[in-house]
């Protein structure tokens, strides 16, 4: 069991198999020309197979394949089967752009809920948040999935200014379609041009949808990051990730890897473990993981509290969101 010295039990393992990516969503990458891990310094296949092989026999039941972009990495089908494997659950995070290949792959893998991300509903803003031409591409794919019976998730990221005004778009989407919507709070990563006065809150956010929509609080499970919702009627549901202005860290079972092999015992944690370069030596990993999470902060990698004006981002230490793997 990998437990921290708050108690929480850390059964859910994230892993990014790459922090390179086919869109550039300004808010998830450095503003600057950003250059991507070369291969070799990557976990390879067999390596993700061992450390994930690891963290199972410690207790981690559930994994999540995240990036980057997970579905661009060439052997991205044979680390899915590989993982399914083992007895997790196993799941996904993704932009959707090329989620119609690995239909097939999915259904072997026994892989049944997505998360999707899209951020707004008209393509052309889709253009400016993400700098590519996806959104049909993202659109035909969710609802492809849906039509193979994938419990989806899509996933917004809620912008002042940008994308706030859709909000009420995306919980009418949920009227007829089965799609559970997670509104996300805008978090600070290096070099993603976040300040305060970007965030959609929780609170405003329910503001928002209560203005149009009558709106019942479902019940959360005990490691439940969003706080779900729904309209009476509704096919789908939506939910709030309010990690900005009411954090959940209380029941945080979360550890990440990064594709390079680094654990992060919190998204926002300053400290990394590197656990790639013992692996290849054959040195003892399990003590290196067990260390990285009694470290672990009580809140928000000990950085910063949720009174979001005292929040100064370039005062926060981290890698890129790209580089951890959300
Ligand atoms: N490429 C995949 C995708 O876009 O879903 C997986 C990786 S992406 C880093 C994982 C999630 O993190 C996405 O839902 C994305 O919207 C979210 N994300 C990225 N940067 C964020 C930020 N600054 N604040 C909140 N969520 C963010
Ligand atoms: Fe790529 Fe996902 Fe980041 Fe967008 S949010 S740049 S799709 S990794």
Known sequence: MIEDSFGRIHDYLRISLTDNCNMRCFYCMPEEDYDFTPASRLMQTHEIEGLAKLF??????????????????????????????????LTLTTNGVRLNHFINILKESRVHSLNISLDTLQKEKFQLLSRRDYFQQVYENITLMLQ????????????KG??????????????????H?????????????????????????????????????LQDKKHDTAKKFTVPGHAGTFAII?????????????????????IKNCLFSKEETDLLTPYRNGEDVMSLIHKSIKNKAKELGGQFTNVLENVHAEQILNRSMITIGG
């Open 181 to 217: 919507v997670r509104f996300i709070e805008f978090m600070p990563f290096s070099g993603n041009k976040w300040s305060s006065n970007k965030v959609f809150t929780l609170q405003q956010i329910l503001e928002v949808v209560s203005r149009k929509f009558d709106i019942l609080r």
């Open 56 to 89: 199972v026999e410690n207790g981690v039941n559930k994994i999540r394949l995240t990036g980057g972009e997970p579905l661009i990495r060439k052997d991205a089908d044979k680390i899915i089967l590989s993982l399914s494997q083992l007895p997790v659950s």
């Open 242 to 262: 309010s990690t900005m202005s009411a954090p959940f860290c209380e029941g945080c079972n979360r550890i990440r890897l990064t594709a390079d092999g680094k």
């Open 148 to 159: 193979h019976d994938f419990h989806v998730k899509v996933n917004m990221v809620v912008m």
């Open 162 to 179: 940008l994308n706030d005004d859709e909000i009420n778009d995306f919980v009418e989407w949920t009227k007829d379609q089965p799609i």
